[in-house]
């Protein structure tokens, strides 16, 4: 895919932490704080589970675990608490990205958000980066049957934006974000991200390209194809 076939595309839909922001490291940080305060231990399997689910459905995920006592309400308060300072102020855009956003605006695409967070931490990171404006739509996984890796979400931004599935190009970062967006009949490229680098192989094999930064696409108008 090249930065010529995006222009081809009426929309571009991305998914949030680990693609347009840097901020996985911080959830593996809340998972051994949250589950420390019950004496446990963060298991070396939870992130690849929970990959994808909703914030509704992770809630869930934990409190049958975990067999924790708090209600889920409570388990998604205290998430939020916890996150919502990162988010405002610890938590950047990947490389590139606001400059990618940047370009596809300038050239009249619309743009919309497919998250797997709750909706106050969106909106909490969306503000404290200034990037609210680029996007026409902003849909977490709460709003639909399921989480990635089902299509609902990306299905649900593109008929929200009054497109098709073939017009839009999907940006994720984990392996289920990247079979939703195919699932939906999309084109995805992978973005890398430190925290799942142990997954790369599986992502160049399931996008349709992948990059290491948005500098990397911006710079390929004239070079050729991704790899």
Known sequence: MTLE?????????FDLDGTLVDSMWMWK??????????????PEDLQKVIEGMSFSETAVYFKNRFQLEDSLEQIKQDWISMSLYKYKHEVPLKPGAGEFL??????????GIATSNGREMV?????SLKISKYF?????????AAG????????????DLGV????????EDVPAGIM????????????YDQFSVHMDEEKRQLADCYIHDFFELLNEEKTGDLL
């Open 123 to 127: 909106d909490a990171v969306l503000e």
């Open 102 to 111: 940047q370009w596809a605006k300038a050239r009249n695409m619309v743009m």
């Open 164 to 171: 098709k599935p073939k017009q839009c190009a999907v940006f």
């Open 29 to 42: 940080e809340i998972d051994i704080e949250y589950l420390g305060k019950f004496g446990l231990n963060c």
């Open 180 to 191: 939703a967006g195919k699932n939906a009949g999309m084109d995805v490229v992978a973005v």
């Open 136 to 144: 026409s739509q902003v849909t977490t996984a709460c709003e639909v």
């Open 148 to 159: 990635k890796p089902a299509p609902d979400i990306y299905l649900k931004v593109a008929a």
């Open 5 to 13: 076939h995006l222009k081809e595309k009426k929309a571009i839909l």
